[in-house]
């Protein structure tokens, strides 16, 4: 068979379908939407990729990963060996795996796209990560001589993991002074167990703890040390991976009524205080039966998703523009559709009402129509004069966005910011204006994708390397 009809073949198997649970079923757990592939359908997936001379998906990934490396040793039937082609280049392959927006990014550049479906690129490092923690032993990865030098992190989230991973393979001594008693990030108070197990993110960290970082939870960089102390007590460098993670209000009345939460409270209560296992743990959340999620992206997906499964009958995604503007991956809307989230799109929430008692129980709205494109690129909302309606909820979630925060800055006088709080760090060093600090991921760009994170971190582990070892 020549290239080219092997290459023709190729293009003529469609794209494989990820098993996953019922969404009738699923809407009332907590379990994890896909299965994931068997052997044979990542085999077979894995034999859609051409093997490009130039291949555009490697200049598509923030990390740089050899993607038709990993693809190549999947349809060997190597599967340990594509989990550890991918570790080369990324930390974190079974989170990114799961919530990388891969159809921006290496995917969107795929060839087999222009035509068709591109190689379900996410999903083969789902699967070549998944294997290696069901079937793999840890093997140390390959280390530079000690450099005597350390580095403290400010941050277990995916910047800040990334970047020890990076700087630990380079002989450095790494710390992680985290705030919360888990590590993750946002990746284990923000993003639901149905997309992201976080026994998936602990297998993550437990990897690298092995290669030697050391990790130390409940130390609120800014209060215990700051940024200074940090460097007066012997580390060479710091990494500010502080997220973002203010919560965003509408500033509309009736915000302070009961039964109004911001997505950030409402998620981590679920997700880091286990109201997710109920009745296993009763935690502290209002379970309202009538919920209105504003906003349309990923954090309103999840918030609105966890509405159901908590026990919500009616779940709304308000949303002032319309759903060709929403900033949610589209496999999330999808899922949330299938699972019965219903959507007001072109809807302004202007008013949440509350009853004697001082509870939500419903919400005023108006109907919104859409201009020419703002500053985001997204059609402008206009409101509809005369529109106005009440929609009946018992229960709001605020999912419109978050901010920097604000501590390390505040405790931090020489370090730079800007007029929204975020750290300014030079874009390709994550170099900051305090000699020896470095910062990268949200409390630099605002919120961003945990990919575009890891990339910061990768980023600026180069760039310490450098400013310790010249």
């Known amino acids: 068979?020549?290239?080219?009809?092997?290459?023709?073949?190729?293009?003529?198997?469609?794209?494989?379908?990820?098993?996953?649970?019922?969404?009738?079923?699923?809407?009332?757990?907590?379990?994890?939407?896909?299965?994931?592939?068997?052997?044979?359908?990542?085999?077979?997936?894995?034999?859609?990729?051409?093997?490009?001379?130039?291949?555009?998906?490697?200049?598509?990934?923030?990390?740089?990963?050899?993607?038709?490396?990993?693809?190549?040793?999947?349809?060997?039937?190597?599967?340990?060996?594509?989990?550890?082609k991918l570790k080369e280049m990324n930390s974190l392959p079974a989170v990114c795996g799961r919530v990388c927006p891969q159809e921006d990014q290496c995917e969107k550049v795929c060839i087999l796209g222009k035509k068709g479906e591109p190689v379900a690129i996410g999903r083969l490092e789902r699967f070549a990560a998944d294997y290696e923690m069901a079937h793999g032993e840890f093997i140390m990865p390959p280390k530079a001589p000690p450099t005597g030098k350390n580095v403290a992190v400010v941050g277990a989230g995916p910047a800040g993991l990334t970047l020890a991973g990076d700087l630990i393979k380079k002989g450095h001594q790494?710390?992680?002074?985290?705030?919360?008693?888990?590590?993750?990030?946002?990746?284990?108070?923000?993003?639901?167990?149905?997309?992201?197990?976080?026994?998936?993110?602990?297998a993550e960290v437990d990897y690298l703890e092995k290669t030697g970082v050391e990790v130390r939870t409940n130390m609120v960089i800014g209060k215990?040390?700051?940024?200074?102390?940090?460097?007066?007590?012997?580390?060479?460098?710091?990494?500010?991976?502080?997220?973002?993670?203010?919560?965003?209000?509408?500033?509309?009345?009736g915000e302070n009524f009961n039964g109004v939460y911001s997505a950030n409270e409402y998620l981590t209560r679920s997700n880091l205080m286990k109201a997710?296992?109920?009745?296993?743990?009763?935690?502290?959340?209002?379970?309202?039966?009538?919920?209105?999620?504003?906003?349309?992206?990923n954090v309103a997906m999840d918030s609105a998703r966890t509405a159901l499964r908590l026990g919500a009958d009616d779940v709304y995604i308000v949303y002032r523009r319309s759903k060709k503007e929403l900033p949610a991956r589209i496999e999330e809307v999808h899922h949330a559709e299938e699972e019965g989230v219903q959507f007001h799109f072109l809807t302004l929430p202007v008013e949440i009402l509350g009853n004697e008692d001082g509870w939500v129980c419903g919400m005023k709205c108006q109907r919104m129509e859409l201009g020419e494109p703002d500053e985001s690129g997204r059609r402008r909302p206009i409101p509809v004069p005369g529109s106005e309606f009440t929609l009946e909820v018992d229960m709001v979630v605020v999912a419109i966005g978050t901010g920097a925060n604000p501590l390390v800055p505040s405790t931090t006088p020489d370090l730079q910011t800007n007029k929204w709080g975020y750290i300014v760090a030079d874009p390709e060093t994550g170099t900051t204006s305090k000699k020896g600090v470095y910062a990268g991921g949200d409390i630099v760009t605002g919120s961003a994708t945990v990919i575009l994170a890891m990339g910061a971190g990768r980023k600026a582990a180069e760039a310490i390397h450098k400013y310790l070892t010249e």
């Open 1 to 84: 068979m020549t290239e080219t009809t092997e290459k023709k073949k190729r293009t003529q198997i469609p794209r494989q379908k990820m098993p996953e649970q019922d969404p009738k079923v699923r809407a009332k757990n907590f379990d994890e939407v896909p299965f994931g592939y068997t052997p044979e359908l990542a085999k077979l997936e894995a034999s859609r990729c051409l093997q490009c001379k130039k291949p555009t998906c490697i200049e598509g990934c923030p990390v740089s990963i050899d993607i038709p490396a990993f693809l190549d040793l999947i349809l060997q039937g190597d599967f340990l060996g594509a989990a550890r």
């Open 174 to 202: 790494v710390t992680i002074f985290e705030a919360l008693h888990k590590t993750g990030g946002v990746l284990v108070y923000g993003i639901p167990e149905f997309r992201l197990p976080k026994a998936i993110v602990q």
């Open 276 to 297: 997710y296992l109920f009745p296993r743990y009763d935690t502290p959340i209002a379970k309202g039966k009538k919920v209105a999620v504003l906003g349309g992206g």
């Open 224 to 253: 215990i040390y700051t940024v200074d102390e940090l460097m007066a007590n012997g580390y060479n460098a710091v990494f500010l991976g502080t997220g973002a993670g203010l919560p965003t209000f509408m500033n509309i009345p």
